[in-house]
């Protein structure tokens, strides 16, 4: 029975714990939406793998 309430809470603590991330990551690129929000290719796993492709 007790299995059955802590998915719940296990839920709403990493839920608010992206929000607090997300809220942290907006604060340290100074409260700029274009520093914070990245271009699709920045972000993208070849950029990672120094791959490029046009």
């Known amino acids: ?3 059955k309430h ?3 809470k296990v ?3 990493l839920v608010g714990a ?3 991330l997300m809220m942290l990551g907006y ?4 409260f ?3 520093r914070y929000r ?3 290719h920045d972000r993208h ?3 990672v793998v120094s791959f490029y492709s046009e």
């Not at 604060?27 to 100074?30: D, H, K, N, P, V």
């Open 11 to 13: 839920a709403t603590y």
């Open 18 to 20: 992206g929000i607090v």
């Open 32 to 34: 700029s939406g274009e």
């Open 38 to 40: 990245m271009d699709y």
């Open 45 to 47: 796993w070849y950029n």
């Open 27 to 30: 604060a340290l690129s100074g």
């Open 1 to 3: 029975m007790r299995s």
């Open 6 to 8: 802590l998915l719940p």
